[in-house]
């Protein structure tokens, strides 16, 4: 079994910054095929691809709408999930998730296994 918690959203202006981090409490281990990933969904809008990180390579995917801006990092040791997002802007406006796919990478989010409950990003222009 996978838990997976999120934190660190809140309202903020634009052009800063905020970190979410993901917090996964796994019986046994998370393998090192499985890819961890951010999306997001705003109101009236599908969930999004926004980053993701192979366990154990350490690869990083980003979506176009967020690259140069974000950066996802993994600490194995703690089996956390962090995204730093700089630059913020209007449209990045969204509850931020994670979700761990045990079978690797994939941009849509029906492939991922397990799931948070979400953490609200709000940035005020």
């Known amino acids: 079994q996978v838990h997976l918690v999120e934190s660190g959203g809140g309202v903020v202006q634009v052009g800063d910054s905020l970190r979410l981090t993901c917090a996964a409490s796994?019986?046994?281990?998370?393998?090192?095929?499985?890819?961890m990933a951010w999306f997001r969904q705003a109101p009236g809008e599908e969930r999004e691809f926004v980053a993701a990180i192979r366990w154990g390579v350490g690869n990083r995917y980003y979506a176009d709408a967020v690259k140069g801006r974000f950066t996802i990092s993994r600490n194995t040791g703690e089996n956390t999930v962090d995204l730093q997002m700089n630059s913020l802007k209007p449209e990045d406006t969204a509850v931020y998730s994670c979700?761990?796919?045990?079978?690797?990478?994939?941009?849509?989010?029906?492939?991922?296994?397990?799931w948070g409950q979400g953490t609200q990003v709000t940035v005020s222009s």
């Open positions: 979700a761990l796919n045990r079978q690797g990478l994939a941009y849509s989010a029906k492939e991922y296994d397990y």
């Open positions: 796994v019986s046994g281990r998370i393998y090192s095929s499985s890819v």
